[in-house]
């Protein structure tokens, strides 16, 4: 099944990590085979992992961008979701941690991505009162 990208004026993808950004118009690819593809919005610099959610969405980021790298980064990953795991008590975002944890595992890395968003909005809902 052919997934449809459509692009903004300027906006940036990666696309088996290669970045593509379009031109001054709206455009629409078709991706008609597997590919690893993340809009601008979901992707990361590391200087912006500076939440522990955050640092969690960074190697699973990577790993879902570059499966060859993915053993590299499985320990960091491992890492950080622990220490998430230990800070938290709230039940739910302990099970997302847990079927996160899995997606890892099987490496459906997007899926794993998914469900960080998840664990981000999470955190920033339990931030908002921070200053």
């Keep these: 099944m052919a997934l449809k990208l ?16 379009n031109g ?4 629409s690819l078709v991706i008609e085979n597997q590919a690893s593809i993340l809009r601008e919005s979901d992707i990361m610099q590391a200087e912006e992992a500076t939440t522990p959610a955050r640092r969690i969405y ?12 993915a053993e590299k980064v499985r320990a960091d990953f491992e890492t950080r979701l622990m220490e998430f795991i230990s ?5 739910e975002a ?15 890395f997007y ?4 469900k960080c968003r998840l ?6 809902s339990r931030l908002a009162h921070v200053v």
């Design 6 to 21: 459509t692009l903004k004026p300027g906006e940036r993808a990666a696309v088996n990590g290669a970045v593509i950004v």
């Design 87 to 91: 800070a938290v008590i709230d039940p």
């Design 94 to 108: 302990l099970a997302t941690c847990a079927r996160m944890a899995a997606d890892v595992a099987n490496e459906d």
């Design 58 to 69: 960074f190697p699973v980021m990577l790993m879902y961008l570059d499966p060859d790298i």
């Design 24 to 27: 001054e118009r709206r455009a």
């Design 119 to 124: 664990l981000m909005d999470f955190e920033e």
């Design 111 to 114: 899926k794993a991505l998914q």
